[in-house]
């Protein structure tokens, strides 16, 4: 039987799934340490790749050893209100919520539930799918005050 987890970090407690690393691995390999322009070939990808820990391990130390306080390695937080006033711009200006004569779409959304009651209404229903009357026949109608919420 084949381990599905591994632990990356050497600590108790932070193991992870082997798809987790292989897929880590992966985005350092190309997106982080891969660099750019004509030297990125699959080539070079495929060379480096067994040192990309080697890599991150000296990124690591040089950080320990200078206190830098994790601005390599780390991210800011993402800007949330940044992209909230955005969103709230876009809908002042559009208004979305509001009735405009005229106004046109690029989709319509058609109501299955009112398309449905039409073809109740019709008697289309029942050739939908497929019920023979004669079989079926229980002796109970169905008026509008059954349908009703």
């Known amino acids: 039987m084949r381990c ?3 632990c990356p970090s050497g600590k ?6 082997v798809d987790w690393l292989v897929e880590l691995m992966n985005l350092y390999t190309k997106v982080v340490y891969g660099g750019s322009g ?3 070939t699959i080539n070079y990808v495929i060379s480096q790749s067994s040192i990309i ?4 391990q000296c990124i690591e130390d040089i950080e320990s050893n200078f206190h830098i306080p994790e601005k390599t390695l780390h991210h800011a937080a993402p800007d949330i209100q940044s992209r909230l006033d955005g969103l709230r711009k876009s809908l002042r200006e559009l208004q979305p ?6 106004r046109k779409a690029p989709y319509e959304i058609v109501d299955y539930f009112q398309k449905g ?3 109740f209404d019709r008697g289309m229903m029942w050739n939908l799918v497929n019920v023979d009357d004669e079989e079926n026949d229980d002796g109970h109608t169905i008026d509008a005050a059954d349908l009703a919420a």
């Open 12 to 17: 108790e407690g932070t193991f992870r799934a």
């Open 38 to 40: 004509s030297g990125k």
């Open 53 to 56: 820990n080697a890599y991150r």
């Open 97 to 102: 919520h509001r009735y405009e004569r005229g």
């Open 117 to 119: 009651c039409a073809q």
């Open 4 to 6: 599905w987890l591994c």
